[in-house]
């Protein structure tokens, strides 16, 4: 029987993007067909999305979620890069470089902790951006999104902008701003959740048409340049596909892989990151199919979650 019904897009939603993006993303660190870009625009989209939830919009909130990240991010960092990386990976500490690390503006320890900046960034500029959507609604986001593009282009314009680390931290911080805007933007006015939602198995199919279209194009050079469009789109349909499908073992393991997605992020780095990489590697790269090889990588970076957590949790008591 089809029923029309209101798009619920809870926490539990929210996980289930999460685990989808960080399969995408071990998927993509194991692959070089680059289809599987999209995994750090629905991460993006869901900053924005989940600050408009956020009971202050300040910058004492703001500072609560940035210690929430890095204060898991140095447990990782210091606890295990670090010394992995002085005592078999040939690193060479020095405080500058040290405190570079920690804010992910260099990643000689963890090749993906470039999304620690961008969250600190995220946390303060979003305090105005916010403020802005919620007066002049698509008006205000669209003209943050412009000015988040014209920023981009002028950094463009500085001859060898790409050699220094903070102004790339910059531009990486420009590049995926608007998506989560537009992730704002859609939790305050409900444009996700006022969509009707006919379940059945044709809405299933066009769900997953939707996201597989978007999934194909967002592997094309420059297309990331709509992801404010495109991501949403994605995530709507997913949101929706999950709001018809309801096989509580794939909710279950896509809830659980999204709670322990932020460690699995800088954990997963391990097994890349060079002066980590001859310690971690060994674990599991001789598997030799892809595919198993990838599962075998996901199933090690949440174990090693699920410790870290456990770790976390024993020091904060």
Same mark, same amino acid.
């Given at each position: ?13 929210? %996980? ?134 014209? @920023? ?15 102004? %790339? ?64 789109? *994605? ?6 596909? *999950? ?7 794939? %909710? ?7 709670? %322990? ?9 391990? *097994?890349?990151?060079? @002066? ?42």
């Amino acid at each position: 029987m089809n029923t029309k019904v209101k798009i619920e897009f809870g926490p539990d939603k929210s %996980q289930i993007l999460r685990g989808i993006a960080i399969i995408f993303m071990i998927t993509l660190h194991n692959d070089t067909s680059g289809l599987f870009k999209i995994c750090v625009p629905i991460f993006t989209f869901l900053v924005g999305y989940g600050y408009a939830f956020a009971k202050e919009r300040d910058l004492r909130h703001g500072l609560k979620r940035i210690w929430h990240l890095l204060s898991h991010f140095w447990l990782i960092l210091l606890g295990i890069c670090l010394p992995v990386g002085i005592l078999t990976g040939g690193y060479v500490p020095t405080l500058s470089g040290v405190f570079e690390e920690m804010l992910g503006i260099d990643s000689q320890l963890n090749w993906y902790s470039w999304y620690v900046y961008f969250y600190i960034f995220a946390m303060v500029a979003m305090i105005p951006a916010s403020r802005i959507i919620r007066r002049y609604k698509i008006v205000g986001t669209l003209s943050l999104i412009a000015a988040c593009f014209a @920023c981009v282009f002028a950094i463009h314009l500085i001859p060898g902008w790409s050699d220094n680390k903070w102004i %790339q931290a910059a531009h990486d911080c420009f590049l995926c701003s608007p998506v989560m805007f537009s992730g704002f933007y859609l939790a305050e006015g409900g444009g996700i959740t006022r969509i009707p939602l006919k379940k059945g198995c044709m809405t299933a199919v066009i769900c997953i048409a939707i996201m597989s279209a978007i999934f194909f194009v967002r592997g094309i050079k420059c297309v990331s340049f709509i992801d404010f469009v495109t991501v949403p789109l *994605f995530c709507g349909a997913a949101v929706a596909l *999950f709001n018809i499908i309801t096989w509580n073992p794939i %909710q279950r393991t896509l809830i659980s892989l999204g709670k %322990q997605s932020m460690n699995m992020w800088f954990l997963h780095a391990l *097994f890349a990151t060079a @002066c980590t990489a001859t310690v971690f590697a060994p674990l599991i790269m001789w598997i030799s199919l892809k595919a198993l090889l990838i599962i075998a990588m996901i199933t090690v970076s949440f174990l090693g979650s699920k410790l870290t957590s456990s770790v976390y949790s024993s020091l904060n008591r």
